[in-house]
Each structure stands twice: as structure tokens, then as C-alpha cells.
């Protein structure tokens, strides 16, 4: 299996750009994770689908930030405007709802850098 | 919601001694699993080792294992015959078994240094 697959690796963009962030989770997972890392907070959860659908979006920051499935294999996050404080890592994780303990198996992520 | 808690931002360890990592955790629930993740500087999250509560029995994978007390809340990692492979930040994480709790919760992560 390919694992979870996102891009771009990295991204530089200037302060007010679109910035569209893709995930493909592994195949027959059905739940799809968006989380953030930066130094200052960690590893945050942004929102997480079950089945294509958004289960929880508390963790969004705020309407610049929006995520979508169209199907099961691919998500994105999209951030517009973008700002200098969204410079951040930014990681896709997949997990299945089947069998007990199954973990979450997270891809390369997106190295994002607002200028 | 569950709370997982690292207490140690950075540890150190001399090269092919032992180290070992705290975790607690905070939750109401008898039934969950508890991971150990490591990022590396390529900053890729990679699963170290897992344990079901419900075992009583601690995880091994090779010379990583766990400490596993469930009535006290903790989850320590021991790495045995440190290598410079094994410097990173790693991540003790919780999620529930139930049906609906497929959301994980992170630590903030300790750092690990391996010296020479």
C-alpha cells in the first residue's frame, strides 16, 4: 500500500493567495483526519470525516479555513486568504473503523509557509 | 474530553543506555488504546508501539515497551540500547474504543536527544 499521500510537500505562498492542500488516505479507510503542527501549539485536530462526511470541525480556526471529501480518495484543505500565522505543518491521517486499536497512519504532510 | 499529558518537553540519553518517556492521561472510559508515535526530523509521524487497555500484558516491539498502569493513568515508553536513530519527538496518543471514538488525542510531545 502506498500509505497516505499529500500535497504538495511544501508550499510558499504570499500573504491573501488561495492555498489548497490534498490528501488521498489509504484505500478501504473511512475516516480521514486534517490535523496542524507549529512549534507555539502542538498538534492540533482541524476536522476529521467518517465516510466522506465532516464528523467534527470544532478545531477550524476560522472561515478562511475549509475542508472537503468529495469520495473516498481524496480530500482537500483549503485555506483562502491565507495568512502568515497558517504557516505550519499541516498533516493528513487515515484510520478504518474496522477491527479494534486500528491506528491512525499519517502521510509526509505539507510544510506550509505564508511570506 | 480525554487529556493526554507529557510531562517532559525534552529528555537526553547517552547512546546504548536506556531512556524512558512519561505519559498520563485523563479519561472516564474502562475500555481505549493508548500509541507511542515518533517524528523524526523529516517530521513524518511513524507508530512506535500500541496498547489496549483491556490487556493487561505490556506492548514490546523489539527495544521499545511500555509501561502500562491503568489505574494510574500512565503510559511510559522505555527505549532499551538507545540508538542515534531513535533522537525525535515522540508523541503518546489516546483513543477510545468505542464506536464513535475514532478522534485520537495527542500529547504535546517530548524531544529526545541520543548522544554519542
Known amino acids: 500500500d502506498a500509505g497516505v499521500i499529500q500535497s504538495p510537500r511544501h508550499e510558499v505562498t504570499e500573504m491573501g493567495q488561495e492555498v489548497t492542500l490534498r490528501c488521498k488516505p489509504i484505500?478501504?479507510?473511512?475516516?480521514l483526519f486534517w490535523y496542524r503542527q507549529t512549534m507555539m501549539r502542538g498538534l492540533e485536530l482541524l476536522i476529521y470525516?467518517?465516510?466522506?462526511?465532516?464528523?467534527?470541525d470544532s478545531g477550524m480556526p476560522e472561515d478562511r479555513f475549509s475542508a472537503k471529501m468529495p469520495n473516498a480518495s481524496f480530500s482537500t484543505l483549503k485555506i483562502q486568504p491565507s495568512e502568515p500565522r497558517d504557516s505550519a505543518v499541516y498533516f493528513c491521517?487515515?484510520?478504518?473503523?474496522?477491527?479494534?486499536?486500528?491506528?491512525?497512519?499519517f502521510g509526509p504532510g505539507t510544510r506550509l509557509l505564508v511570506l | 474530553a480525554q487529556t493526554v499529558t507529557q510531562s517532559q518537553p525534552e529528555m537526553s540519553v547517552q547512546e546504548a543506555e536506556t531512556v524512558t518517556l512519561s505519559c498520563t492521561y485523563d479519561?472516564?472510559?474502562?475500555?481505549?488504546?493508548l500509541f507511542w508515535y515518533k517524528q523524526p526530523p523529516s517530521r513524518q509521524m511513524i507508530l512506535v508501539i500500541r496498547?489496549?487497555?483491556?490487556?493487561?500484558q505490556n506492548a514490546t516491539e523489539n527495544r521499545f515497551s511500555v509501561n502500562f498502569q491503568k489505574a494510574a493513568k500512565s503510559f511510559s515508553l522505555k527505549i532499551s540500547d538507545s540508538q542515534l536513530g531513535d533522537a525525535a519527538m515522540y508523541f503518546c496518543?489516546?483513543?477510545?474504543?468505542?464506536?464513535?471514538?475514532?478522534?485520537?488525542?495527542f500529547g504535546t510531545g517530548t524531544s529526545l536527544t541520543v548522544i554519542p
Open positions: 496498547q489496549e487497555a483491556y490487556k493487561q
Open positions: 484505500s478501504g479507510h473511512d475516516y
Open positions: 479519561t472516564s472510559e474502562s475500555d481505549y488504546y
Open positions: 496518543a489516546y483513543r477510545s474504543a468505542s464506536n464513535t471514538g475514532n478522534q485520537f488525542y
Open positions: 491521517a487515515s484510520s478504518s473503523s474496522m477491527g479494534r486499536g486500528e491506528t491512525q497512519y
Open positions: 470525516f467518517n465516510n466522506n462526511v465532516p464528523i467534527d
